[in-house]
Nanobody, 126 residues
């Protein structure tokens, strides 16, 4: 069982930055793929970024949605059981509730994730 708690959301002007955190419980945190999704008003939840240990080369791999590449950075600190999402050059279209999720295997599909946080609101003003 994994419990996830997000923090760090808020109101920021366009061009600004925020760092989201997702604290996880559970001894097996380091083995889980950790992913950020977001859901804007009136839209479906979408994939934002993921970080996982790639068994092919035993290193950390990351993947980003095209809409956030070059602006967002996902990272993790296994000692703190925490995953981060550094968001720079924020745009009004980044406004959404951001959720972190955990799965034993990497996927961009939210149906593959068993564990979810409660979400944190990010609002970017123009």
């Amino acid at each position: 069982q994994v419990q996830l708690v997000e923090s760090g959301g808020g109101l920021v002007q366009a061009g600004g930055s925020l760092r989201l955190s997702c604290a996880a419980s559970g001894r097996t945190f380091s083995t889980y793929a950790m992913t950020w999704f977001r859901q804007a008003p009136g839209k479906e939840r979408e994939f934002v970024a993921a970080i996982w240990r790639d068994t092919m080369w035993s290193g950390l791999s990351t993947n980003y949605a095209d809409s956030v590449k070059g602006r967002f950075t996902i990272s993790r600190d296994n000692a703190k059981n925490t995953v981060y999402l550094q968001m720079n050059s924020l745009k009004p279209e980044d406004t959404a509730v951001y959720y972190c999720a955990a799965s034993p295997r990497y996927s961009t599909k939210q149906s593959e994730y068993d564990y979810w946080g409660q979400g944190t609101q990010v609002t970017v003003s123009s």
